[in-house]
Protein backbone atom coordinates (compact mmCIF):
# COMPACT_ATOMS: atom_id res chain seq x y z
CA UNK A 1 0.00 0.00 0.00
CA UNK A 2 1.02 3.47 -0.87
CA UNK A 3 1.57 5.41 2.08
CA UNK A 4 3.64 8.34 4.11
CA UNK A 5 4.99 8.72 7.58
CA UNK A 6 6.08 11.28 9.51
CA UNK A 7 8.13 9.56 12.59
CA UNK A 8 7.96 12.58 14.37
CA UNK A 9 4.91 14.27 16.36
CA UNK A 10 6.74 17.01 17.04
CA UNK A 11 9.84 19.14 16.69
CA UNK A 12 11.50 21.64 19.01
CA UNK A 13 14.28 24.04 17.82
CA UNK A 14 15.35 27.46 19.01
CA UNK A 15 14.83 30.52 16.72
CA UNK A 16 17.60 30.74 14.33
CA UNK A 17 18.57 27.05 14.58
CA UNK A 18 18.17 25.15 11.42
CA UNK A 19 15.15 22.96 11.83
CA UNK A 20 13.97 19.32 9.78
CA UNK A 21 10.99 17.83 10.11
CA UNK A 22 11.12 14.05 8.79
CA UNK A 23 9.09 12.05 6.03
CA UNK A 24 9.80 8.89 4.36
CA UNK A 25 7.02 7.25 1.56
CA UNK A 26 6.36 4.17 0.08
CA UNK A 27 4.96 4.10 -3.63
CA UNK A 28 4.85 2.23 -6.67
CA UNK A 29 6.09 3.98 -9.07
CA UNK A 30 7.56 7.52 -9.27
CA UNK A 31 6.95 9.16 -6.57
CA UNK A 32 4.77 13.23 -6.84
CA UNK A 33 5.61 14.56 -2.85
CA UNK A 34 4.16 17.51 -1.59
CA UNK A 35 4.68 19.64 1.64
CA UNK A 36 2.08 21.62 3.21
CA UNK A 37 1.64 23.77 6.38
CA UNK A 38 -1.44 24.12 8.23
CA UNK A 39 -1.83 27.17 10.63
CA UNK A 40 -4.19 26.80 13.68
CA UNK A 41 -7.98 27.16 12.15
CA UNK A 42 -6.63 27.48 8.97
CA UNK A 43 -6.40 25.73 5.65
CA UNK A 44 -3.37 24.07 4.62
CA UNK A 45 -1.05 26.37 2.45
CA UNK A 46 1.26 24.70 -0.23
CA UNK A 47 5.01 24.73 0.72
CA UNK A 48 6.45 22.75 -2.43
CA UNK A 49 6.34 19.83 -4.24
CA UNK A 50 8.93 17.08 -6.21
CA UNK A 51 7.95 15.85 -9.22
CA UNK A 52 11.04 15.47 -11.43
CA UNK A 53 14.55 16.93 -11.45
CA UNK A 54 17.00 18.49 -8.96
CA UNK A 55 16.86 16.74 -5.80
CA UNK A 56 16.57 20.04 -3.70
CA UNK A 57 13.42 21.68 -4.23
CA UNK A 58 12.80 25.07 -2.71
CA UNK A 59 9.71 26.52 -1.72
CA UNK A 60 7.40 29.41 0.14
CA UNK A 61 9.05 31.13 3.18
CA UNK A 62 12.74 30.02 2.93
CA UNK A 63 11.70 26.13 3.06
CA UNK A 64 13.37 23.50 1.01
CA UNK A 65 13.24 19.76 0.93
CA UNK A 66 15.38 17.30 -0.64
CA UNK A 67 14.36 14.08 -1.98
CA UNK A 68 16.19 10.98 -1.41
CA UNK A 69 15.19 7.94 -3.84
CA UNK A 70 17.61 5.87 -1.77
CA UNK A 71 16.02 6.39 1.14
CA UNK A 72 12.54 7.26 0.28
CA UNK A 73 12.49 10.21 1.81
CA UNK A 74 11.29 14.09 1.68
CA UNK A 75 12.49 15.89 4.89
CA UNK A 76 11.73 19.56 5.16
CA UNK A 77 14.50 21.74 6.27
CA UNK A 78 15.22 25.68 6.44
CA UNK A 79 17.99 27.28 7.42
CA UNK A 80 17.17 29.05 10.15
CA UNK A 81 13.72 28.88 12.00
CA UNK A 82 11.58 32.03 12.80
CA UNK A 83 8.83 31.83 15.37
CA UNK A 84 6.31 32.49 12.85
CA UNK A 85 7.12 29.07 11.30
CA UNK A 86 5.66 27.27 14.48
CA UNK A 87 2.92 25.33 12.78
CA UNK A 88 1.31 21.82 12.01
CA UNK A 89 3.39 20.12 8.64
CA UNK A 90 1.94 17.66 6.67
CA UNK A 91 4.06 15.89 3.77
CA UNK A 92 1.94 14.00 0.90
CA UNK A 93 2.15 11.88 -1.55
CA UNK A 94 0.57 11.69 -4.58
CA UNK A 95 -1.58 8.22 -5.77
CA UNK A 96 -0.95 7.49 -9.49
CA UNK A 97 -3.68 6.46 -11.75
CA UNK A 98 -6.89 7.75 -12.49
CA UNK A 99 -6.75 9.90 -9.34
CA UNK A 100 -5.06 13.15 -8.02
CA UNK A 101 -5.84 12.31 -4.49
CA UNK A 102 -3.08 13.25 -1.63
CA UNK A 103 -2.02 10.34 0.92
CA UNK A 104 -0.59 12.59 3.98
CA UNK A 105 1.07 11.57 6.69
CA UNK A 106 0.06 11.99 10.27
CA UNK A 107 1.71 15.43 10.75
CA UNK A 108 4.43 17.41 12.83
CA UNK A 109 3.85 19.85 15.09
CA UNK A 110 6.84 22.23 14.73
CA UNK A 111 7.65 24.61 17.63
CA UNK A 112 10.45 27.28 17.39
CA UNK A 113 10.81 29.02 20.88
CA UNK A 114 12.35 32.51 21.27
CA UNK B 1 -11.89 35.84 -4.39
CA UNK B 2 -8.75 34.18 -5.08
CA UNK B 3 -8.34 31.09 -3.16
CA UNK B 4 -10.71 28.32 -2.51
CA UNK B 5 -13.83 29.12 -0.11
CA UNK B 6 -15.97 26.66 1.98
CA UNK B 7 -19.31 27.38 3.88
CA UNK B 8 -20.61 27.25 6.51
CA UNK B 9 -17.27 28.19 8.47
CA UNK B 10 -18.81 26.30 11.20
CA UNK B 11 -21.58 23.74 11.52
CA UNK B 12 -23.86 22.40 14.62
CA UNK B 13 -26.41 19.70 14.30
CA UNK B 14 -28.29 17.22 15.80
CA UNK B 15 -27.97 13.03 15.38
CA UNK B 16 -30.07 12.42 12.68
CA UNK B 17 -30.13 15.67 10.34
CA UNK B 18 -28.87 16.42 6.71
CA UNK B 19 -26.19 18.70 6.45
CA UNK B 20 -24.75 20.54 3.06
CA UNK B 21 -21.34 21.78 3.23
CA UNK B 22 -19.78 24.06 0.02
CA UNK B 23 -17.11 24.71 -1.65
CA UNK B 24 -16.30 27.60 -4.56
CA UNK B 25 -13.40 26.42 -6.04
CA UNK B 26 -10.43 29.17 -7.30
CA UNK B 27 -12.18 30.02 -10.93
CA UNK B 28 -10.63 27.77 -13.57
CA UNK B 29 -9.32 24.80 -11.46
CA UNK B 30 -10.75 21.79 -13.56
CA UNK B 31 -10.33 19.63 -10.38
CA UNK B 32 -11.89 19.84 -7.12
CA UNK B 33 -11.67 17.14 -3.85
CA UNK B 34 -12.65 16.73 -0.32
CA UNK B 35 -10.82 15.74 2.27
CA UNK B 36 -11.50 15.55 6.19
CA UNK B 37 -9.42 15.69 9.18
CA UNK B 38 -10.19 15.02 12.55
CA UNK B 39 -8.24 13.65 15.48
CA UNK B 40 -8.85 10.38 15.34
CA UNK B 41 -8.22 9.99 11.87
CA UNK B 42 -6.01 12.64 10.27
CA UNK B 43 -6.46 14.29 6.43
CA UNK B 44 -8.59 11.54 5.06
CA UNK B 45 -9.35 11.83 0.85
CA UNK B 46 -12.91 11.75 0.41
CA UNK B 47 -14.10 12.36 -3.06
CA UNK B 48 -12.04 14.10 -6.35
CA UNK B 49 -14.08 15.60 -9.27
CA UNK B 50 -12.18 16.43 -12.51
CA UNK B 51 -15.54 18.51 -14.58
CA UNK B 52 -18.18 17.42 -13.00
CA UNK B 53 -17.45 13.89 -12.76
CA UNK B 54 -15.98 12.09 -10.21
CA UNK B 55 -13.82 9.51 -11.02
CA UNK B 56 -12.64 8.46 -7.51
CA UNK B 57 -15.38 7.91 -4.81
CA UNK B 58 -13.41 5.59 -2.96
CA UNK B 59 -13.19 7.35 0.32
CA UNK B 60 -16.64 8.06 1.04
CA UNK B 61 -16.70 6.14 4.38
CA UNK B 62 -20.55 5.25 3.99
CA UNK B 63 -23.74 5.62 1.74
CA UNK B 64 -24.30 8.57 3.27
CA UNK B 65 -22.02 10.65 2.08
CA UNK B 66 -22.53 11.92 -1.10
CA UNK B 67 -20.98 14.65 -3.24
CA UNK B 68 -21.81 16.76 -6.70
CA UNK B 69 -19.99 19.46 -8.75
CA UNK B 70 -22.44 21.52 -11.37
CA UNK B 71 -21.04 23.65 -14.08
CA UNK B 72 -17.63 22.90 -13.65
CA UNK B 73 -17.45 24.83 -10.60
CA UNK B 74 -19.31 24.99 -7.39
CA UNK B 75 -19.37 21.35 -5.23
CA UNK B 76 -21.74 20.43 -2.57
CA UNK B 77 -20.86 17.59 0.06
CA UNK B 78 -24.24 16.16 1.43
CA UNK B 79 -24.40 13.91 4.84
CA UNK B 80 -27.62 12.55 5.48
CA UNK B 81 -28.51 10.99 9.10
CA UNK B 82 -25.44 12.53 10.47
CA UNK B 83 -23.45 11.03 13.00
CA UNK B 84 -21.30 11.93 15.77
CA UNK B 85 -18.38 10.20 14.05
CA UNK B 86 -19.16 12.38 11.18
CA UNK B 87 -17.45 15.33 13.23
CA UNK B 88 -14.75 16.50 11.95
CA UNK B 89 -13.19 19.27 9.64
CA UNK B 90 -14.32 19.09 5.96
CA UNK B 91 -11.62 20.81 3.42
CA UNK B 92 -12.04 21.27 0.31
CA UNK B 93 -9.17 21.54 -2.24
CA UNK B 94 -8.35 22.55 -6.00
CA UNK B 95 -6.37 22.44 -8.85
CA UNK B 96 -5.30 23.02 -12.44
CA UNK B 97 -5.76 19.79 -15.03
CA UNK B 98 -3.00 17.72 -14.88
CA UNK B 99 -1.68 15.27 -12.27
CA UNK B 100 1.41 17.25 -11.28
CA UNK B 101 -0.27 20.41 -9.98
CA UNK B 102 -0.53 21.31 -6.09
CA UNK B 103 -3.95 21.22 -4.67
CA UNK B 104 -5.00 24.89 -2.91
CA UNK B 105 -7.10 24.33 0.18
CA UNK B 106 -9.97 26.28 1.63
CA UNK B 107 -10.52 26.92 5.05
CA UNK B 108 -12.44 24.19 6.02
CA UNK B 109 -15.79 23.93 7.44
CA UNK B 110 -16.42 22.75 11.18
CA UNK B 111 -18.86 20.46 11.54
CA UNK B 112 -19.90 19.13 14.90
CA UNK B 113 -22.90 16.25 15.41
CA UNK B 114 -24.53 16.31 18.79
Known amino acids: AQSVAQPEDQVNVAEGNPLTVKCTYS??????LFWYVQYPNRGLQFLLKYITGDNLVKGSYGFEAEFNKSQTSFHLKKPSALVSDSALYFCAVRIGGATNKLIFGTGTLLAVQP | GAGVSQSPSNKVTEKGKDVELRCDPI?????LYWYRQSLGQGLEFLIYFQGNSAPDKSGLPSDRFSAERTGGSVSTLTIQRTQQEDSAVYLC????????????FGPGTRLTVL
Open chain 1, 27 to 32: VSGNPY
Open chain 2, 93 to 104: ASSWGGLNNEQF
Open chain 2, 27 to 31: SGHTA
